[in-house]
């Protein structure tokens, strides 16, 4: 008797869907150990998944409050509007210059952007650190602010530019036709097409600057003007770790990323099924 056609679907589907069931319990089981940990009465050792028989709900209260997380709260906030809003705009139009406008020597400069992602992160930290005290920035939020828009250009403009390439020359023609000059172009047409691309480019610039850490730790010595990463540093002092407001700390920074990627989730697959299809 032949096989039924859902019965040979599911067959064909069944890798896939095993591959997705895997990938989500590698993420969600260290979730869910967190949050059984971070509900363990306060200096004991919790180990393994096993939910307590009485949630301790006011740690996350206590890692709130020793943390000094609401002041942590605003200064990351305020790097990341420093951060993202910039860099984004400046790779969207970097990556339009180099894929629209083929301007000269602009796959030079590509080149040279894409070069730099093979460099490790570390290499510029010494420099970095340098230059901002030469500039009067170190301690300051400039100080990582500035640096971090830098850095975040190189794959900024690799991402936007893998759209740009992505979209049919005609369009620019057809505007060129009807009398639209290169920023009526980009305003009028390019953008509203880069929206899915501009919106994931963003999530993405927004999940690095909020979890930097490294940077914030080495330019900026008040702890106060630091990255919710560096609340971390309050649960572990010389002597011991604070297991159970370690992990409701790190639940805690971690919840603002979770709900911005639900928010911009669907934006970001969708960009990534344009790049797969080209024109």
């Given at each position: ?8 679907t599911l067959?064909r ?30 200096g ?7 939910w ?9 209260i ?6 000094n997380?609401t ?7 305020m ?8 860099a ?6 970097a ?6 406008l ?13 070069l730099?992602?093979?460099l ?9 650190y ?5 500039m009067?920035l ?22 936007m ?30 953008l509203?097409l ?18 930097q ?11 106060t ?5 560096g609340?971390l ?13 370690l992990?409701?700390?790190?639940l ?13 989730q669907?934006?970001?697959v ?7 299809v080209?024109?």
């Amino acid at each position: 008797m032949p096989t039924s056609t859902p019965v040979r679907t599911l067959r064909r589907r069944a890798p896939g869907l095993l591959l997705i069931a895997a990938a989500s319990l590698y993420s969600i089981v260290p979730l869910l150990s967190m949050m059984s940990a971070a509900l363990a009465p306060q200096g004991s050792f919790p180990s393994g998944l096993s939910w307590p028989s009485d949630p301790h709900w006011h740690n996350f209260i206590d890692a709130w409050n020793v943390a000094n997380i609401t002041t942590l709260l605003q200064s990351s906030t305020m790097i990341v509007l420093g951060v993202v809003p910039i860099a984004v705009l400046i790779s969207t139009m970097a990556a339009y210059a180099i894929a629209i406008l083929a301007i000269p020597l602009g796959r030079i400069f590509y080149t040279v952007l894409v070069l730099t992602l093979t460099l490790p992160y570390e290499i510029v930290i010494v420099p970095l650190y340098e230059q901002n005290k030469d500039m009067g920035l170190l301690g300051s939020q400039w100080a990582l602010i500035l640096p971090l828009i830098g850095l975040n250009m190189p794959f900024a403009v690799f991402w936007m530019r893998a759209h740009f390439v992505n979209v049919p020359r005609e369009l620019s023609e057809a505007a060129g036709l009807d009398g639209a000059g290169p920023w009526q172009a980009l305003r009028h047409i390019h953008l509203p097409l880069a929206r899915p691309a501009i919106a994931s480019l963003t999530l993405l610039m927004f999940l690095s600057t909020w979890n930097q850490f490294l940077l914030a730790l080495v330019l900026i010595d008040d702890p106060t003007k630091r990255t919710m990463a560096g609340a971390l540093q309050a649960f572990t002092t010389k002597y011991s770790t604070d297991q159970v407001l370690l992990n409701a700390g790190a639940l805690l920074i971690m919840a603002p990323t979770i709900i911005v990627f639900l928010f911009l989730q669907r934006h970001f697959v969708k960009a990534l099924l344009q790049g797969a299809v080209k024109g």
